[in-house]
């Protein structure tokens, strides 16, 4: 979501002194040691390796194996051919009465091998299953005879019990396109942004650049390709996230929201209590692999790597560049509250607490009268500073505080309990979103702790949000873990009829420990500093979030249509009408379907998309013309996109090649002028994986709304939708309220009339109308109201109050 900005702003980050230290070293040793990282990394979760490097077999099958080679020998049959005899021959003579053992440990020593082979062979055959990408190529809808016999033998060697890490040995690897493919790709993806005269100019440094050096480059990454698990993703995350010295805040951070119309609860520390309980199951259920592996259209696995960072995990700031620090096991949260830091213990004894003794910890600190220390209420406001000097001021922290500052870091995530309600308000629905998403994303600017893998948002009405840190994982990954929290704390766990959480409270527990942290006076300045840098951050950002309610993904899909691409070829029509020019966008997917794959870009402004859109501002087209264009535009957009997903894509390749370069110092100008573009349009879907947990059908109102980033670009624009059920589409616009070229109103104005000029080209020329006019709010015993335009559901599975 938010890696468009910082893909823009990691080359600066090149040309710092420190960074170019760093890149003095030798091509053929950073490649050894991506390598070495990615088998350290394979070590450091030897059980799950285990468990994963014997699928689709288990521990048992060997016993299983190994008592039928006894059971054959006992009857005087050799399976072996006469092995098991050679290898007895090999094994020291232990004398008379040792002899039967002989031929035990020979049967077992036979059987271990055998069964390894048998699981080489089946970790072979997946492998190469698992490299079949014909079936992205398909219509949506049809499957051929070809994938039809890859899926059955997909499911034959995938055995029947799969969990969370089971199919990552079997992964392919990312491969690394063909440079001239890329760079054709490339040209073919500017051409409609750029003059004829800038074109040439541009197709003759990537003529020279293949000349010249493409094949060096491309040398180098073939390399690390057959050493490292990924060619690009350790260098991504290096060099885009952990190598960037802004401010986390706004330019890497991305948020989730809650349920849109809907609160299960108004008690601030009832929601809190359930939703880090829910959270805390997510956790036990990731450490035991017992969540199911995510599986592309139903059949083909993804990569699950970056689920092991989700909980425990903390971006550490340095001078020159952040690591990340990942902790196998945190027992306690921390908690912001009014300027005060506590520590709350999540598990006792017996095990996990239970929601509502959470809920009485949380209530606890809510009841606290106790006033903040000087400086103590802004100090998280360091978290949003420069990475440079929010390390340099860590340092001294660490030595003054070390203890506060441990129980921060090593928490499993970090909780936000706000002073100030958030949510839609019958009042002005409209600005009450706006507000919502922007105290989310950027809060006010000393309230949330940007460095930890995530922040638990929890608002004085009991609304809930996810602020996360960006360089630990992507989107899906955060958004899967949300998806379970909310309809775990709301359908499973769920509430009394007073909005408090269920069970009993346990008056016993310890209070929460309070966290004090002795300040010299120079962090004081430095906490001032990032405070005022962290607000005027905040407040030049404009958010601005709208349900669509007019049609969704249902009437997309009856037009036969892809519903991302419709989307995309829609917000070129909106982004033209705004700008009155076509500029570079930045569409986020995933290349998962390899081991340890994260990101590529798919390049949504095309040539087929701008001829549509210059046929819709053309009133001399006819109707059937101007469909007959977007439907090339949505199948162009389509091919790029299964291009990218399958590892041939541009962006990343075009990375990982500047990357050699600048470790060879080698200049390319082509490469340089590739990394200087900027994508004036970063756009996002927000996917929802499980939708087994919500009945959209029934209860609507009870999906995630999904959430949104900062723009990539001083004068561009950051947009992500999440297709809410089957009949809304809830769109999340930011930009920077310093632009004069930008207005996040205007264009979600704009994102609406051209959905609704593109769906009248599928209804005869008649514009969609709402699905409905108002929204009245459920008696639930507080006060009423309506919204307009909004859709709700008809009822509610557990006691609700709305807004």
């Not at 104005?749 to 020329?765: C, K, M, P, R, Y």
Request: charged share 20%; with cysteine.
């Amino acid at each position: 979501m938010a890696e468009a900005h910082q893909a823009v702003g990691f080359r600066p980050s090149l040309t710092s002194d420190g960074a170019e230290v760093e890149l003095s070293a030798p091509v053929l040793q950073e490649i050894y040691l991506s390598g070495l990282r990615s088998w350290k990394r394979h070590l450091s979760r030897f059980w799950n390796d285990f468990l994963t490097g014997v699928f689709p077999a288990s521990p048992l099958s060997w016993l299983f194996l190994f008592s039928a080679i006894q059971l054959a020998w006992f009857l005087q049959l050799d399976p072996s051919l006469g092995l098991m005899e050679k290898i007895k021959e090999l094994l020291p003579d232990w004398g008379g009465q040792h002899h039967r053992l002989r031929g035990v440990l020979a049967a077992a020593l036979f059987a271990s091998c055998l069964w390894g082979a048998l699981i080489f062979t089946l970790h072979v055959a997946l492998r190469l299953l698992l490299s079949y990408h014909g079936w992205l190529l398909e219509p949506h809808g049809a499957m051929s005879s070809p994938t039809k016999t890859w899926l059955a033998l997909v499911r034959i060697f995938s055995g029947r019990k799969t969990m969370l890490f089971s199919y990552q040995r079997s992964l392919p690897r990312q491969p690394v396109p063909s440079v001239q493919d890329t760079v054709r790709k490339y040209l073919e993806s500017v051409r409609p942004i750029l003059s004829d005269e800038d074109f040439d100019w541009t197709s003759a440094l990537a003529q020279e650049f293949l000349r010249l050096q493409a094949s060096l480059l491309q040398w180098y990454l073939q390399l690390k390709s057959w050493w490292a698990s990924n060619y690009v993703s350790d260098w991504w995350e290096e060099f885009v996230y952990l190598r960037s010295r802004r401010s986390l805040m706004v330019n890497s951070n991305y948020y989730m929201m809650d349920f849109l119309y809907v609160t299960p609860t108004p008690v601030q520390a009832a929601r809190a209590g359930n939703a880090v309980h829910a959270l805390l199951l997510y956790r036990h259920r990731l450490n035991r692999q017992e969540i199911l592996p995510t599986l592309l259209m139903g059949m083909r696995p993804l990569c699950s790597a970056q689920y092991e960072k989700i909980f425990n995990t903390t971006r550490i700031p340095g001078v020159q560049k952040d690591h990340i620090r990942h902790l196998r096991d945190s027992r306690h949260v921390a908690v912001f509250h009014r300027g005060r830091f506590f520590r709350v213990g999540t598990h006792s004894q017996s095990g996990l607490l239970s929601p509502r003794a959470l809920e009485q910890q949380f209530q606890r600190i809510l009841d606290d009268p106790s006033p903040a220390c000087p400086q103590e209420e802004h100090l998280a406001a360091l978290t949003a500073a420069p990475r440079d000097v929010w390390a340099q001021v860590r340092s001294s922290l660490k030595i003054q505080a070390k203890d506060a500052l441990e129980a921060v870091e090593g928490a499993a995530f970090f909780v936000s309990l706000d002073s100030e309600p958030a949510g839609l308000t019958r009042e002005d629905p409209a600005a009450s979103l706006d507000a919502y998403a922007r105290a989310l994303l950027a809060g006010r600017g000393h309230d949330r702790w940007f460095d930890k893998s995530f922040n638990l948002i929890v608002f004085s009405n009991g609304k809930l949000g996810l602020s996360v840190e960006h360089s630990w994982a992507d989107c899906p990954i955060s958004g899967h873990m949300w998806e379970f929290t909310l309809a775990t704390e709301c359908f499973q766990l769920g509430y009394s009829a007073d909005g408090h959480c269920k069970g009993h409270p346990e008056p016993l527990l310890p209070q929460p420990q309070r966290l004090h942290w002795d300040l010299p006076e120079k962090i004081r300045l430095s906490i001032s500093l990032a405070l005022r840098g962290a607000k005027t951050l905040s407040g030049n950002i404009d958010c601005h979030v709208f349900p669509f309610s007019h049609f969704g993904k249902s009437f997309i899909k009856r037009c036969h249509l892809s519903s991302d691409s419709f989307i995309q070829v829609a917000l070129q029509l909106a982004h033209f009408r705004d700008r009155g020019e076509f500029c570079l966008t930045y569409e986020s997917t995933m290349t998962r379907l390899f081991l340890e794959g994260r990101t590529e870009t798919v390049r949504s402004c095309t040539r087929e998309a701008c001829n549509f859109v210059r046929a819709m501002e053309d009133k001399e087209k006819t109707e059937p013309q101007r469909r007959a264009l977007f439907r090339l535009a949505v199948e162009k957009h389509q091919a790029l996109l299964k291009a990218a997903m399958s590892g041939q894509g541009v962006d990343r390749h075009l990375f990982a090649l500047y990357i050699v370069s600048q470790f060879l110092h080698l200049r390319s100008p082509f490469l340089d002028q590739v990394h200087s573009e900027q994508w004036q349009l970063a756009t996002s879907q927000i996917p929802v994986q499980q939708i087994h947990l919500f009945d959209v059908h029934n209860y609507p109102d009870y999906v995630s709304s999904g959430g949104g980033f900062g723009p990539a670009d001083d004068h561009g624009y950051g947009v992500s939708y999440i297709f809410m059920g089957d009949d809304t589409i809830t769109f999340h616009i930011s930009s920077k309220k310093s632009s004069t070229k930008t207005d996040s109103h205007r264009l979600g104005q704009h994102i609406e009339d051209a959905l609704l000029d593109v769906a009248s080209l599928f209804q005869e020329g008649q514009r969609p109308k709402p699905r409905c006019r108002g929204l009245q709010e459920e008696d639930s015993g507080h006060k009423g109201g309506s919204l307009p335009c909004h859709r709700r559901g008809s009822g509610a599975p557990t006691k609700s109050t709305n807004f």
